[in-house]
T-cell receptor, first 114, second 110 residues
Framework: NAGVMQNPRHLVRRRGQEARLRCSPM?????VYWYRQLPEEGLKFMVY????????ESGMPKERFSAEFPKEGPSILRIQQVVRGDSAAYFC????????????FGEGSWLTVV | DAKTTQPNSMESNEEEPVHLPCNHS???????IHWYRQLPSQGPEYVIH???SNVNNRMASLAIAEDRKSSTLILHRATLRDAAVYYC???????????FGTGTKLQVIP
């Protein structure tokens, strides 16, 4: 029973390039969450998605960041025109559609912008 | 969003109990209290969660204050593998978003 799968684990991008981070939730989980962790800081909520719907994107920066969770395939967090300040660990989590249940995290994608 | 606060760091001797506190003074009646821990370069790992009653599992115990404004994660016998950052989090009962506290870095001394 595979856990939450994230790829790539490590990604290096030059300033101005695009970064795409993928997340496959656990089997049976239809809710996906993305969190960002800057170096030496805590976990900050970015966005919460269900299949084909963005439920809450209150933590997403207004520009350059977008997320999707299509009917088929993984959830994608897309960062356009990356800047050095985007360097961080990006964690995806998933949960089943049951209220109050815990969420389970993947191992993260570490983005380095050079 | 409910705001949670935790001490920045704590120390414990190996094989002694550890009590990690969390204040969640603005928590609502339907918000669940969750605890996660994170080892360096890894994703957060679920530890335990509860709503009103104290909870036990194989990893830890969770003691929830009667007014639910605070909770305590209890590790009964700390081991070196328990050294991690422990996050208290709240999750809206009717809305699935999980909001994390600032985290407590636990150091276990051999």
């Amino acid at each position: 029973n595979a856990g939450v799968m994230q790829n790539p684990r490590h990604l290096v991008r030059r300033r101005g390039q695009e970064a795409r981070l993928r997340c496959s939730p656990m089997k049976g989980h239809s809710h996906v969450y993305w969190y960002r962790q800057l170096p030496e800081e805590g976990l900050k909520f970015m966005v919460y998605l269900q299949k084909e719907n963005i439920i809450d994107e209150s933590g997403m920066p207004k520009e350059r960041f977008s997320a999707e969770f299509p009917k088929e395939g993984p959830s994608i967090l897309r960062i356009q025109q990356v800047v050095r300040g985007d360097s961080a660990a990006y964690f995806c989590a998933s949960s089943p559609p049951i209220s109050g249940n815990t969420i389970y995290f993947g191992e993260g994608s570490w983005l380095t912008v050079v | 969003d409910a705001k949670t606060t935790q001490p920045n760091s704590m120390e414990s001797n190996e094989e002694e109990p550890v009590h990690l506190p969390c204040n969640h003074s603005t928590i609502s009646g339907t918000d669940y209290i969750h605890w996660y821990r994170q080892l360096p370069s890894q994703g957060p790992e679920y530890v335990i969660h509860g709503l009103t009653s104290n909870v036990n599992n194989r990893m830890a115990s969770l003691a929830i204050a009667e007014d639910r404004k605070s909770s305590t994660l209890i590790l009964h016998r700390a081991t070196l593998r328990d050294a991690a950052v422990y996050y208290c989090a709240d999750r809206s009962g009717g809305y699935q978003k999980v909001t994390f506290g600032t985290g407590t870095k636990l150091q276990v001394i051999p």
